[in-house]
């Protein structure tokens, strides 16, 4: 742990690190101090566990398999892998995690993933063309829509191809900041739909995609913040169905620094069960490693 501190905190170079590595380094940034994190499995637990190495140490993670503020070394295959619970506080089950720190209001940030999203967030992980005869059916909710309503803030890991990025979802499993107003039968702000409930302010705060990273506007439609490396914004364009507000972004996405790759990839992720293959350092950041 000690060669964590060793390791210098300067931006890595093109083609020393690979998208899936930036990505969870994005999906980390995005984890406060203070956040009880409630994770799915995948890119998300090795970003969540990386911000506790980085810039999260006190952030407390929560499984829906019902482990609470474990402190795992290295990533686990799942959310009921038993290597999640290594000195966690409590072991409990769906229930409590469900019921007991989500819908009590303790969660304040949900990272969960998607077939499709819409420009206001929606996610729809159910079906693709009409519910009754759909072109293809997916696993559905699972905890997507619990999570998504109920955390303080949620953010989405997407894979980002034109019939992903859609306009309005064909089923919304995830309301976004807009949804279906059964009273009188129309699209509208989340925000005046729950009014006076306890989820009227939670939703989507951000969007990691293999292309860029998005943010939300004042009226809930989603924008793109900044573009990945040897990524164009017309690519980006070309690969999402609305008109995409660029007028925000901030430029490239911030590349990961060797002290973030090095506690991904030897801390994190050791045994490739995520991260698809090794990346060698360069030469300078290897001298140091091997001492």
């Not at 409630?38 to 499984?63: D, E, R, W």
């Not at 759909?134 to 829509?145: D, E, I, K, L, M």
């Not at 999402?240 to 030897?266: A, H, I, M």
Request: proline content about 5%; charged content about 20%.
């Amino acid at each position: 742990m000690e060669l964590i501190d060793k390791i210098p905190d300067e931006p890595a170079k093109p083609g020393e690190f690979i998208l899936p590595e930036l990505m969870a380094i994005q999906i980390a940034h995005q984890v406060r101090n203070d956040d009880i994190v409630f994770a799915g499995t995948g890119l998300p637990m090795v970003g969540i566990m990386t911000a506790n190495f980085i810039n999260a140490p006190n952030a407390l993670l929560i499984y829906e398999s019902g482990i609470c503020d474990g402190k795992t070394m290295h990533v686990p295959m799942s959310v009921c892998d038993q290597r999640a619970a290594n000195m966690s506080s409590t072991l409990g089950g769906l229930v409590d995690t469900f019921g007991y720190y989500l819908q009590n209001g303790y969660v304040t940030l949900g990272f969960l993933g998607g077939a499709a999203i819409d420009k206001y967030g929606g996610v729809n992980v159910t079906s693709i063309g009409d519910y009754y005869s759909p072109a293809h059916r997916f696993t559905g909710s699972g905890g997507n829509s619990d999570i998504g309503t109920m955390a303080h803030r949620t953010a989405f890991i997407i894979l980002q191809e034109k019939r992903r990025f859609i306009e309005r979802n064909d089923y919304t499993t995830t309301p976004g900041w807009w949804c279906w107003d059964f009273k009188t039968n129309e699209w509208k702000p989340k925000k005046e739909v729950w009014k006076g409930t306890a989820y009227a302010n939670s939703g989507p705060v951000a969007v990691v995609t293999n292309m860029g990273n998005y943010a939300f506007d004042e009226k809930g439609e989603i924008y793109l913040k900044s573009f990945h490396p040897g990524v164009t914004i017309e690519q980006i364009k070309e690969n999402c169905g609305f008109n995409l507000n660029v007028s925000r972004v901030e430029g490239e996405t911030k590349k990961p620094t060797y002290k973030e790759l090095f506690v991904l990839r030897e801390f994190v992720d050791p045994e490739l069960i995520f991260l698809p293959q090794k990346v060698e350092y360069p030469a300078h950041i290897q001298k140091i490693i091997n001492g």
